[in-house]
């Protein structure tokens, strides 16, 4: 994908990470997945810093990639893990970055 435009391959693909991604915060926040909203904080759906690390974990499972994060001091890291919307978009780039 050189980001000039999307196909529909690209889309599904897109929806099928946000859809995971969603379901790995809903399951950490013991919430359903239809009840995420992209603006929803990590702090607004109860993960802490130990939940942080056990979404991190998931997300490297299941996308086979590596996040950099650090449980003992979440705001240093080089990715925006603050709302729903944003670990979408963290985790689209670590694939895209990481498996091309």
Do not use: K
């Not at 939940?51 to 974990?57: D, L």
């Not at 990639?65 to 689209?92: E, H, K, Q, Y």
């Amino acid at each position: 994908m050189d980001g000039t435009f999307l196909d529909a391959t690209d889309l599904d693909a897109t929806e099928d990470l946000n859809a995971r991604v969603v379901g790995i915060l809903a399951a950490q926040a013991l919430r359903e997945p239809s009840g995420l909203r992209p603006t929803m904080t990590l702090e607004e759906l109860g993960i802490d810093s130990l939940g942080m690390a056990e979404v991190v974990f998931a997300i490297e499972e299941a996308f086979d990639v590596a996040v950099p994060f650090n449980a003992n001091t979440p705001g240093a890291d080089l990715l925006d893990l603050r709302t729903v919307g944003s670990v979408c978009a963290a985790v689209a780039r670590l694939v895209q970055e990481q498996r091309g």
